[in-house]
Each structure stands twice: as structure tokens, then as C-alpha cells.
């Protein structure tokens, strides 16, 4: 269920001689169709944040839980932007089976909707292995520790010798980066992903 029409025929192309397959142009058209219907053995869920025409979606994995309430026994699969450890770990907490990126291949997207069809885990294999660090640069990192250690912006330019300004950079660099709403999801993904302690 993407929101973009080229996906969702591309989507439809790889899995249609396995699967029959339904569309949805949206996050809450999908999870209306699976409470509604109910008969659906997978879903492929979009977890890139995009607006619908009403303001902002419900977020990739708030559908991934509304699904799994609505069906415990939906295999999802999780279609995220990028092959990243922390995307794949939100997708995978949230209750879907299996994560693959949009840089993957035709055959790891049929691999991960075959695994959750079958109730098995998959994660697309250029998702980096757990613990990786590879996702914000030290100064990020060192940054991004201190504001979890409840340190403000001026302590933070402070302590490493910085303007504010260049903080701040990193900071809005790492929200991009870790895809975060704001510093306590940047620092609450960063705990979860080991990039911090």
C-alpha cells in the first residue's frame, strides 16, 4: 500500500503470478481494507512519512499496529525508503514480519512476502547487521549523546568547542538523517539503535 502509483505497480508486477493482489493508496485506506475485509494473507505497507491531502498520515508504524490488531495473523511487510537498521527494527517492533527497502531487487521483495505469508521473519539483506554505526557521523553521535544526557544546545557548543549554530546544523542533519520528529525521537532512536549509550 503505497501512495504512490508507480510503486504500487511495480509492487503489483513482482508479486501478482504468487498472490492476488489488492491496491490502497493510502496508510488508512489499507488498514480500513484489512479490519473491513479481513481476508488477506499479506500486506506491503509503506513506512516513509508522506502527507495525504488532509494533513499529516498516520505514521508507517501506527498502521503496522492497527493491522496487526485488526488481523494477528497478517503477514506485513514493511517497504521502507532506505536499508537501515533502525527502520527495519521500528517495522519489525511494530509487528510486521519482514522489512525490505526500495533499494532492493524484484526477488528480495517476493522473498519478504513469501516469509510473511508463512509467519517468518525477513529483513532485506542490505539492512546493515544490529548494532552498525554507520547512520550519523561521530560529531553527530557525540552531539546526540549529550543531548540524551539531558545537556542543552549551549552546553552541548560549549563542551565541543562549537558555535551554537554548528550544533544546531547537526542536530536538524540528524533528524534528517534518523528520520525524527524531533530530539527526543532522534535521542530515543539512538538508544534503540545503540548509537548512544
Do not use: C
Not at 503505497?2 to 498472490?19: I, Q, T
Not at 519478504?112 to 560529531?139: C, H, N, Y
Request: avoid cysteine; proline fraction near 4%.
Amino acid at each position: 500500500m503505497d501512495a504512490h502509483p508507480l510503486v504500487r505497480l511495480g509492487v503489483r508486477n513482482v508479486l501478482s503470478k504468487d498472490f492476488e493482489v489488492q491496491e490502497a493508496s493510502g496508510r488508512e485506506e489499507a488498514v480500513d481494507l484489512v479490519r473491513d475485509i479481513g481476508d488477506f494473507d499479506i500486506a506491503i505497507l509503506d513506512m516513509g512519512w508522506r502527507p495525504n491531502g488532509n494533513g499529516a498520515s498516520i505514521s508507517g508504524a501506527e498502521a503496522i499496529r492497527a493491522m496487526h490488531r485488526a488481523a494477528p495473523v497478517l503477514g506485513i511487510v514493511a517497504h521502507g525508503d532506505r536499508p537501515e537498521r533502525y527502520l527495519a527494527n521500528a517495522a519489525l517492533g511494530a509487528g510486521a514480519a519482514a522489512y525490505v527497502s526500495r533499494t532492493a531487487g524484484p526477488e528480495e521483495l517476493r522473498k519478504a512476502a513469501v516469509a510473511a505469508a508463512a509467519q517468518e521473519r525477513f529483513v532485506d539483506g542490505l539492512v546493515p547487521p544490529k548494532g552498525s554505526r554507520g547512520v550519523i557521523t561521530t560529531r553527530q553521535r557525540q552531539i546526540l549523546q549529550l543531548l540524551a544526557d539531558g545537556e542543552s544546545t549551549t552546553v552541548a557548543a560549549r563542551q565541543l568547542g562549537l558555535s551554537e549554530e554548528t550544533v544546531k546544523t547537526h542536530i536538524k542533519s540528524t533528524l534528517s538523517r534518523l528520520e525524527a520528529k524531533n530530539r527526543s525521537h532522534a535521542v530515543a532512536i539512538g538508544l534503540r539503535e545503540s548509537l548512544i549509550v
